[in-house]
């Protein structure tokens, strides 16, 4: 038995009594040690075998076991282990992954700058927006909207990005006002009583544009979105969403950020978020599927009239004080470009087109379980969201813990998924899960329901 080092006691299970019921939780005292991954399978120290249903933390697209990542990262740790990005240096896996990304990205994005996480491509995109518009010679266009709910990571600038409360309770932010955040696209949770979906959709427009001009446009630089709102609760917009919002942002000169770090490389059917949802974005950041997250690698991709401005800038001021030593690590960029490789050699997006409408389906039966007021996705990504009562969508009181009991009885019956906030359990196995796991995954989830419901029943 191996015990993880800060664990007291990784695999014992403590059966906790449920603070409403006499439902028993499984609370983990120490941390689920996972010692192998075959395929979307996992293992833990005991041989207790999982399908990882959130691809970890939404990024191992390929899997835990592909040879040719490995591989990848064997031959460039033997022929060129590390150089760095600064001071006008490359390397070759570097520069073939630039060309190749930014052959597969939307039209307009012509330049990647690479960096470690997505929290740094965030904080790396709102830095090169201030530092662009000081370069235009508007020094007052450094405001930021975001959407409440939404995830952008967690460093000092992308925590104030995220609208999520967590990212702020009890770490003094927020420490800038350039920040402000607008409702969140779920017409579920977030329309009025009667609200048609485009009535809904107009609303939220006006809403941005409304703030815009009270803000004042000359202070308004960029708005932030993820395509689908990941670890806010799998929030999949309206389809006219970004078609309404996208002329005010231009009309205001306020740049579109496409935050792909979920979305990107095939998890809604298309290479990128942006494709599904028509977005045509001036900055782009991507980051965990860009190499099935086997190494650290993320980037912020930019259009050529955005890049003009910075080089022009950081031709009066002497150098782009930018940049992170292990950023554009060649390791990491030789698995990223191999991965990108294998998503176009073995068709991985043409096969996630192809098993997301059994995933789709099997996810919309749940529907029907009485626990569940919305299932909801796309692609081979998707969530439930708990509810007491499917008419009024109220839900159970926090305490109940209401998706974390889903997805702690999911455990024993060998299934990883994630409770998110809003009583949200997430959904999201690597792309390359095949049909039969797919009804795996759904049968053991449907199960964790089922044993979650009588305890649930009391605590309403
Ligand atoms: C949409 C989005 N942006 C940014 C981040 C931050 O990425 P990281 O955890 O690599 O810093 C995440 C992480 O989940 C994310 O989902």
């Known amino acids: 038995m191996t015990i993880a080092p800060n664990s007291l006691a990784a695999r014992d299970i403590a059966y906790n009594v449920h603070p409403f019921t006499n439902f028993r939780v499984h609370e983990q005292q120490g941390p689920l040690v996972i010692t192998k991954g075959r395929g979307v399978f996992v293992e833990d120290d005991d041989g207790k075998e999982y399908i990882e249903g959130m691809a970890g933390l939404w990024c ?7 040879k040719r990542l490995v591989e990848a990262a064997r031959r460039q740790m033997d022929h060129l282990p590390y150089m760095h990005q600064f001071a006008h240096r490359s390397t070759e896996p570097v520069i073939e992954l630039a060309e190749k990304l930014i052959g597969i990205a939307p039209e307009p ?4 700058f690479f960096v470690n996480s997505g929290s740094e491509a965030i904080d790396t995109a709102i830095k090169l927006i201030w530092y662009y518009n000081n370069g235009r010679g508007k020094p007052e266009k450094k405001r930021i909207i975001a959407r409440r709910r939404a995830y952008h990571g967690i460093t000092l600038a992308a925590g104030h990005l995220t609208g999520l409360p967590y990212a702020r309770a009890g770490f003094d932010l927020p420490m800038s006002d350039r920040f402000f955040h607008v409702t969140t696209p779920s017409h579920y949770r977030d329309g009025l009583p009667g609200e048609s979906e485009a009535d809904f959709t107009d609303r939220l427009a006006r809403e941005i544009e409304t703030l815009i001009l009270a803000l004042g446009p000359d202070t308004v630089a960029a708005f932030f979105a993820e395509p689908v709102q990941g670890a806010g609760g ?4 309206p389809q006219a969403y970004f078609h309404k919002i996208q002329p005010i942002l231009k009309k205001y000169d306020v740049l579109m950020v496409a935050d792909e770090v979920i979305c990107g490389f095939g998890r809604t059917g298309n290479m990128f978020g942006s494709n599904t949802f028509d977005i045509a974005p001036d900055l782009m950041t991507v980051a965990k599927q860009l190499s099935s997250a086997y190494l650290p690698i993320a980037g912020v991709l930019m259009r050529d009239e955005f890049y003009e401005v910075l080089a022009e800038q950081t031709q009066k001021l002497g150098m782009l004080g930018m940049g992170y030593t292990y950023g554009g690590h060649p390791v990491s960029a030789a698995v990223a470009l191999e991965t990108l490789k294998i998503y176009e050699e073995e068709g991985t997006i043409d096969q996630v087109r192809a098993k997301a409408p059994r995933f789709q389906e099997r996810l919309a039966q749940l529907n029907g379980h009485p626990l569940v007021g919305e299932a909801r996705g796309v692609g081979l990504i998707g969530a439930i969201e708990i509810v007491a009562d499917k008419a009024t969508k109220a839900q159970y009181p926090a305490a109940a813990k209401a998706a974390a009991a889903v997805a702690a009885n999911c455990l024993p019956h060998g299934l990883i998924l994630r409770p998110l906030p809003g009583d ?12 039969s796991e797919i009804d795996l995954l759904f049968d053991r989830l449907a199960q964790a329901l089922d044993d979650t419901l009588p305890a649930m029943q009391q605590a309403a």
């Open 60 to 66: 191992t697209s390929l899997g835990f076991s592909n």
């Open 109 to 112: 994005l012509k330049k990647a």
């Open 234 to 237: 799998v929030i999949v917009p």
């Open 424 to 435: 949200v359990v997430g959904i999201c196995p690597p792309l390359i899960i095949t049909d």
